[in-house]
């Protein structure tokens, strides 16, 4: 009963949130023209409806209240004073933001922020009811009882559709500011790219300071991209320009320049008057070697998963994860295809006949099960790949449904089709077989990963493994396609990391008292290193003040950015304006 109670007590914060969301987000219109004005007031209509939802939500809570015990029932007010105090203080921080814009009339940072914090709400109560539901259905089924478990599936279908709708209405109030996210996104990206062409191109290379970086780490491309990808890092933060140096590259004897663009049109020479290995008093050393990551020595303050200063509440205010969209800068620069790699790469897609919506889908099978990663059925990617397009249909109507899958297991693809008819699978089987172990370090292999990480990129959505590094790419690459698509992805296993990172904290905003002994205990402004979200509600870290190793609700805590002060390339902003 108790658990039942916290389930109801639960979904009256959630639908607090989502009035409170809606009705202060309604107050911020003005100047509206007749066609906002239709879309006001069906909104209004929709939050009269979710009143109703609360009010009758509340008379259930009364009914269950009076089979409580004493006991039961003290808990049950000290929920609903937590209820209230929750309530309460978003009111309150909801009517300061109300009309929170800036001298434009474009959202300002806090409303951003805020918009995503409702959005990540909503994903994360719906993973603890469908949970909780799911823990109830069993227990129905081994002891009988009600409620029945097709009544629990119906509430499960039916929480998932409000799901649905909630976040379809948190993409039109998105929408309203698409122009500013459009022009935001672009002129950041403007930016960046202009201060990493200033470094990698200096005027004299014999005098450049410069970072050496060796291409060929033993383990596979994605793994070498983001070793690359710490290295220029690196050269960004300490003013030099990254050397990189892929002779004798076990995925090509041509190295990095057959595919790709040289990262400098002016300097790709190591000679120096001095060369030393990375490490302490190297300022006036003008080539440093880069070591692997997992042998760096001191550590600079610019590793992942570090942001600029200077360009941090642009970031955070444009984006919901703003590493990712720094870091995919970076690897923007660094991927510029070689003409004949860019007519293959079109010409592909056209045999293909790739186009979109699509979803991608990145099956990791063969020498990474069981040492690296679980396996996962094909059923549970196309869970994920089916609730995106009921999401997407939503908004608008889709044709087709499509998916892109990449794996290194051909059976994957004849399995998908078999059991999938209704979808229109995307693949190309030979990318699957030059994955294989047999053939994994060839040109034919290398094109096939870059083939697949590129579609990857350009789908509307990915369903894989952040475990994987060819997903983790492909998420990076897909951030500096659209202003914010830090959310377009579903993993079945890790969050987001980048190897070798200094570390990935959150903060916790709410008080919580831990229920059983796997949870933590948190006081709000407690750092917690984060080790995984299980998708469930609850994620498991480290609390920093305690000490202690557990599990706490995700809903509890918002990231903590690790805001570095990189150069700022003043060069570079003299000339823009």
């Not at 029945?148 to 379809?168: C, F």
């Not at 642009?314 to 970076?330: A, D, M, N, S, T």
């Not at 995106?388 to 297991?409: F, H, P």
């Amino acid at each position: 009963m108790r658990m039942i109670w916290r389930l109801v007590i639960g979904l009256l914060v959630f639908w607090g949130m989502i009035l409170l969301y809606m009705s202060t987000s309604l107050y911020q219109a003005n100047g509206i023209s007749d066609e906002m004005e239709l879309k006001l007031q069906k909104a209004m209509e929709q939050l009269e409806e979710l009143k109703i939802q609360n009010r009758k939500l509340h008379g259930l809570a009364e009914e269950l209240k009076s089979q409580l015990s004493p006991r039961e029932k003290r808990e049950v007010e000290d929920l609903r004073d937590e209820e209230k105090s929750f309530v309460t203080s978003h009111d309150n921080s909801r009517r300061q933001m109300a009309f929170d814009v800036d001298a434009l009339g474009n959202p300002s940072l806090d409303h951003e922020v805020l918009r995503r914090a409702a959005e990540n709400g909503v994903v994360e109560m719906w993973y603890f009811i469908s949970s909780q539901l799911k823990h109830i259905k069993k227990g129905i089924e081994s002891r009988g009882g009600l409620p029945t478990p097709d009544h629990i599936d119906y509430m499960i279908s039916v929480g998932a559709d409000h799901r649905r709708s909630i976040l379809r209405d948190l993409y039109n109030l998105s929408s309203l500011s698409s122009d500013w996210r459009h022009k935001e996104a672009e002129s950041l990206a403007d930016l960046v790219q202009q201060r990493i062409h200033y470094l990698q191109n200096p005027s004299d290379c014999s005098k450049a300071k410069k970072l050496l970086c060796n291409l060929n780490k033993g383990c596979g491309y994605g793994c070498q991209l983001h070793h690359v990808l710490y290295c220029f890092l690196v050269a960004f933060g300490t003013e030099r320009t990254l050397i990189l140096e892929s002779h004798g590259w076990r995925y090509s004897s041509g190295g990095w320049e057959k595919y790709f663009l040289p990262v400098s049109d002016t300097c790709t020479d190591r000679s120096g008057g001095s060369t030393r290995s990375w490490g302490n008093n190297i300022d006036d050393v003008q080539v440093v070697e880069m070591p692997i990551v997992d042998s760096l020595y001191p550590r600079p303050p610019y590793m992942p998963q570090a942001i600029p200063r200077d360009l941090s509440e642009r970031l955070i205010r444009l984006h919901g994860h703003p590493f990712v969209w720094w870091l995919g800068q970076f690897l923007k620069y660094l991927i510029r295809p070689q003409p004949a790699l860019a007519d293959d790469i079109e010409a592909t897609k056209k045999r293909l006949r790739f186009k979109n919506p699509i979803v991608g889908v990145h099956i990791r099978r063969t020498d990474k099960i069981g040492s690296e990663a679980a396996y996962h059925s094909l059923d549970e990617y196309m869970t994920y790949v089916n609730d995106y397009y009921k999401q997407r249909e939503m908004i608008r109507t889709i044709g087709q449904r499509r998916v892109y899958l990449a794996s290194d297991d051909p059976n994957v693809i004849k399995e998908a089709k078999d059991k999938y008819p209704q979808y229109e699978f995307i693949s190309d089987a030979a990318f699957s077989r030059a994955a294989g172990l047999s053939s994994r370090y060839t040109d034919e292999s290398l094109r096939s990963v870059i083939m697949d990480i590129h579609f990857l990129s350009l789908c509307d959505y990915l369903v894989c493994t952040f475990s994987s590094q060819v997903c983790r790419v492909a998420y990076e690459i897909m951030q500096t396609l659209h202003p914010d698509a830090s959310q377009y992805f579903r993993s079945l296993d890790d969050i987001y990391y980048f190897g070798g990172q200094s570390g990935h904290s959150q903060v916790a905003i709410r008080e919580h008292k831990a229920s059983s002994g796997d949870e933590l205990d948190l006081k709000v402004g407690d750092i917690v290193g984060i080790a995984g979200n299980h998708w469930d509600g609850f994620s498991k870290g480290r609390n920093f003040r305690t000490g202690k190793t557990g599990v706490y609700p995700s809903y509890k805590v918002h990231e903590h950015l690790d805001i570095v002060d990189f150069p700022t390339y003043l060069n570079v902003t003299k000339a823009r304006s």
